[in-house]
């Protein structure tokens, strides 16, 4: 049925083996079974996904650079070294399916408890099920804001009005209507039907389901419901911070293996020392009601806006002119409820000589009828929820299409500074420059258009805020989109929770408190681990680059730095849970790429530094062998990594903040680990030796000097650098 829409509506029910009252549940039950079993439905099997995500722990570049090292250590007989690399590989590969596997599922969860729904009519009772349920046959229910679930002919319509960006790329609203249809070309040519993921923005129809799943044309041309969005300012920091690790990544560790080469070393050694060095760097609505005697045409809407269409009122001794004086009244009646809080609607009609299609040329010379107030008090407790907003660095603006009037009462209410008060209006005049400064005195924004809400969006973000917007109506999409974190409620329309990026299952505003808490919460961990892994592993290549320069032999084995990075990966992965200082809570965080660089110079250094001591002692005082020192550094290595852990994931004194238990038992773990592999028989597979009490007395107090270097060192960039 690729051209659907131009059959009659009774014989593609006839084909479908339907009628206007719907199909029976049971008969919706089976097609639904037979259309999962022939593959119809969109969606990969479970073990599809899960050896596609197993694959993808193997596409990054640098661990396709170990897969090359493991190959080539084959080619050359180095059997012991591909043997460990390949074991790495694996376990690291296996714990990162297992922890993206766990997300995945908890997300699903989580989505299965906001999962849109279709309004259909099965046995002529309307229900509603889920997207998933939907099959062809079904009459489909379409109000303003629904998102339609499959390709669909129009039965009944009402002023319907639909948004095709998703198939066409227009953004403008198209009219449909039930009705004939001959339209061969473009989808943005046909009248008569509706199309999967597009989105009802005015008006309602029923609808006869023809296609779903892949059949649908945008199944077929397997595009997603999201458009390209603007990149929020944490995705902004990734990407900045992504080209500054493929800097590190590429260039430092080339310039080791050109040094190497160049003094004769093993090429073979040298190649897999900077392949193994790489690796670890990475860290108005009308309606038309009717008997067999009268159509009448019933209009509410915004008070203006019906004052302009109506040319009579009608009053207790019948119609009159709605002349200027009574256009006052009307005014002056609207403006006081307003001011009480009232939500204020016009209401007008018109009898109608037929029924047929309602188009907005109707809507003239109508009859005035009054007006209708809504009430929408505030929750008891609104009030502390936003001051606790406040009190984490939240500051609300209220952006509304509603009167000035009801927004500066609400305000008031809920204890926002209303002046100045901005209305759309005033925005039409202003251009882009002058806006922003406004946007960020004002706190009230009333009379303002879907397109004006999205404009304040992006000005704020443009001057640096990262911003949150809370909507749940047709009109707030477009600002849900701009926004850096869109929000909605359960009980929005299907078009505002497909546009937001979290869905609140309740109304309560604190949940929003929370959820910024969270995010700080899951921000700090993110950089802790940034933090840690680049200072303590550009430490640790500067070390290295000096070493080769100086010392006759590799200062450590490719095999052990994979240890290390191995034992380092086991320790990181507690940081995502870590526990976060309170004081850190209540400050908003934001990228500063030019701190991250100044932050791994100035530890990545003082680490370097204690190398070298560790080197010089070992190596001219003690004339240690270089299986000796190799196996000295690395223990000195793997301490300091767990002393800078513990200095950095805290602005506070270390011992003053309390780590989670699940870091403290992962550095345990590590450490058990680490003695396990020293004195058992699997020391010899990394060429670790025992040391010589002295040494381990010497490498203890390096220890202890650099954790009170560290800390003194957090403490200065804390305060002077930041």
Not at 175 to 204: W, Y
Not at 350 to 366: F, G, L, P, S, Y
Request: charged content about 20%.
């Amino acid at each position: 049925m690729e051209q659907f829409w131009l059959q009659d509506v009774n014989v593609l029910l006839t084909r479908l083996n339907s009628n206007r009252e719907g199909l029976g549940q049971a008969f919706a039950d089976e097609r639904l079974r037979q259309q999962k079993a022939g593959g119809t439905r969109v969606g990969r099997k479970p073990w599809v996904s899960d050896l596609l995500l197993l694959i993808a722990q193997y596409r990054s570049p640098l661990v396709l650079l170990l897969v090359f090292a493991v190959i080539l250590s084959i080619v050359l007989q180095q059997y012991s070294e591909s043997a460990i690399i390949a074991v790495v590989l694996v376990l690291t590969g296996v714990f990162g399916f297992f922890q993206e596997r766990t997300a995945g599922k908890a997300v699903e969860r989580l989505k299965q408890l906001t999962h849109l729904k279709a309004c259909v009519k099965r046995g002529g009772i309307a229900r509603n099920v889920f997207f998933e349920e939907v099959v062809p046959g079904d009459i489909l229910l379409l109000n303003a804001g629904d998102i339609v679930p499959g390709d669909a002919c129009l039965l009944e319509s009402n002023d319907l009005h639909v948004n095709e960006e998703v198939l066409t790329g227009e953004s403008f609203h198209v009219s449909k209507f039930a009705g004939c249809c001959s339209a061969t070309g473009p989808l943005s040519k046909v009248t008569n039907a509706v199309f999967n993921g597009t989105g009802v923005t005015n008006g309602s129809a029923t609808a006869l389901v023809v296609n779903t799943g892949r059949n649908t044309f945008l199944g077929k041309i397997g595009r997603s419901l999201q458009q390209a969005e603007w990149p929020i300012a944490f995705e902004k920091g990734i990407y900045k911070f992504g080209y500054l690790l493929m800097y590190l990544t590429f260039v430092i560790p080339g310039i080791i293996l050109v040094i190497n080469v160049l003094q004769g070393k093993p090429v073979f050694d040298s190649v897999l020392f900077a392949l193994t060095l790489a690796v670890g760097l990475t860290p108005r609505l009308s309606v038309l009601v009717g008997n067999e005697q009268r159509y009448i045409l019933i209009t509410k809407g915004s008070v203006h806006n019906i004052l302009a269409v109506c040319s009579t009122v009608e009053t207790k001794n019948g119609k009159t002119v709605l002349d200027r004086a009574l256009t006052g009244q009307v005014e002056h009646a609207f403006e006081v409820f307003s001011a009480q809080g009232y939500r204020t609607l016009g209401v007008c009609y018109k009898n109608m000589a037929a029924d047929r299609r309602i188009t907005k040329e109707d809507e003239t010379d109508m009859t005035f009828l009054g007006l209708m107030t809504l009430s929408d008090v505030p929750k008891n407790g609104i009030t502390g929820s936003i001051d606790q907003l406040r009190a984490v660095g939240v500051d609300l603006k209220i952006i509304t299409g509603d009167n000035r009037f009801v927004a500066a009462h609400l305000a008031a209410q809920i204890g926002v500074q209303a002046e100045p008060l901005i209305c759309g209006g005033t925005m039409e005049q202003m251009p882009d420059d002058a806006l922003c400064q406004v946007v960020n005195r004002a706190s009230v924004f009333a009379e303002v258009l879907p397109e004006q809400k999205e404009r304040i969006i992006k000005l704020l973000r443009q001057t640096g805020h990262i911003v949150g917007y809370l909507g749940d109506g047709i009109n707030d999409v477009n600002a849900l989109r701009a926004a850096d974190v869109g929000i909605s409620i359960e009980n929005a329309v299907d078009v505002a929770k497909e546009a937001a990026d979290i869905i609140l299952l309740d109304r309560n505003i604190d949940r929003i408190r929370q959820g910024v808490v969270e995010g700080r919460r899951t921000f700090e961990n993110t950089m802790k681990y940034i933090y840690i892994t680049i200072s303590a592993n550009f430490g640790n290549m500067i070390s290295m680059a000096v070493a080769l320069l100086v010392l006759p032999f590799l200062p450590i084995l490719p095999v052990q730095i994979l240890w290390n990075n191995f034992l380092s990966d086991l320790r990181a992965i507690a940081l995502a849970s870590d526990n976060v200082d309170k004081e850190t809570l209540l400050r908003p965080a934001k990228w500063n790429l030019k701190y991250i660089g100044r932050f791994m110079f100035v530890f990545g250094l003082q680490s370097s530094v204690f190398d070298f001591m560790t080197f010089g002692v070992l190596y001219r005082y003690f004339y240690s062998a270089p299986a000796l020192l190799r196996t000295g550094w690395f223990m000195e290595s793997f301490l300091s990594e767990i002393v800078i852990l513990f200095v950095l994931r805290t602005r506070l004194f270390f011992l003053r903040s309390k780590p989670s238990k699940g870091l403290l038992l992962s550095n345990a773990f590590t450490c058990l680990l680490f003695l396990f592999v020293l004195y058992t028989p699997l020391s010899k597979a990394f060429a670790f030796y025992r040391l010589p009490a002295d040494i381990l007395a010497v490498l203890l107090f390096i220890i202890v000097v650099y954790l009170v270097a560290a800390e003194t060192t957090k403490k200065w960039i804390m305060n002077k650098v930041r």
